[in-house]
């Protein structure tokens, strides 16, 4: 890195909890800038990080993008600490299933992820606030939140991690019963697992969500009635197209949810506890994210 004050400040912002833990990502970022005429700072997470915490250290170091190298939850944090910044965000994916990169279609390759910080485009998306959680992808309650919860337990990461937990809660979670309010008016209904949905698909590819798009003033309210391996499949390899009969969508710009009994509730893979009440509001153009240029 080139030390000066008229060379930009790129900040990256690194979960070594996230992904590969043998990564060397203070040498590979040092070496890819250091004949680049851009100052590249790392700062890796604390276990615990405070946000008020990441807010000082982004003002101190005052960058021209700031880069979230992990998943989901990582860009989730980092998102939150950019808003009203106008500050672009980049990611580097390094977390486990790194659903927000691929909703973008940022790279994995290392090469390809570091060209799009440096010459990408600079596009406004939406985030959702759900129960005072900023949610920069997918949230649920039901079903997946109940195997993430168990995800979390068993400590295996990667899609068979997923798979076996999946295959775990599939003879434990019970039905939800939800009422739900949005712009499309009141309904009741029986689920296995309800999505407000951010982004299109899950970080292993399953498009929950084909009418999802980040730049509208509305997210979606997804209702799985029914929990379907076969279902999952074709949603993940045949096409984008739900079954009627199985899953419901509606288009909202907020919601209030509210369940007979406790339920499991996760924010873009992170596992929040139980809860008998969502509520969920739009924040359009809330940040600036970097992507391919095209």
Not at 200 to 223: A, K, S
């Amino acid at each position: 890195m080139l030390p000066g004050n008229d060379v930009p400040n790129l900040l990256f912002i690194i979960n070594a909890a996230s992904g590969n833990n043998d990564t060397d990502w203070d040498g590979m970022i040092s070496s890819h800038f250091s004949y680049k005429p851009i100052n590249a700072i790392v700062y890796f997470l604390p276990e615990k990080c405070d946000l008020q915490e990441l807010k000082k250290k982004i003002a101190e170091v005052n960058p021209e993008k700031v880069i979230a190298v992990g998943g989901d939850g990582t860009v989730k944090l980092v998102a939150e600490a950019l808003i009203e910044t106008g500050i672009p965000l980049g990611i580097f994916p390094a977390g486990s299933a790194n659903g927000m990169a691929k909703e973008l279609d940022i790279p994995v390759d290392p090469i390809k992820a570091f060209d799009v910080i440096e010459h990408g485009t600079i596009k406004k998306i939406h985030l959702v606030k759900v129960n005072d959680e900023i949610c920069i992808h997918l949230s649920d309650i039901g079903f997946n939140a109940f195997v993430v919860k168990k995800f979390e337990e068993e400590n295996i990461r990667g899609m068979w991690g997923y798979i076996k937990s999946a295959w775990g809660v599939l003879w434990q979670y019970n039905r939800i019963e939800v009422q739900i309010r949005s712009d499309e008016g009141y309904i009741k209904r029986d689920a296995a697992m309800v999505v407000i949905a951010n982004g299109t698909r899950y970080g292993n590819g399953v498009v929950i969500n084909p009418l999802g798009t980040l730049q509208d003033h509305l997210f979606e309210v997804v209702i799985i009635r029914k929990i379907s391996f076969s279902e999952i499949f074709k949603m993940r390899f045949l096409s984008n197209r739900l079954n009627e009969k199985k899953t419901e969508l509606l288009q909202t710009s907020s919601l209030v949810l509210s369940s007979k009994r406790y339920v499991h509730f996760q924010v873009d893979g992170e596992y929040l506890g139980k809860t008998k009440k969502l509520v969920a509001e739009i924040i359009p153009e809330a940040i600036s994210v970097l992507v391919p240029a095209r």
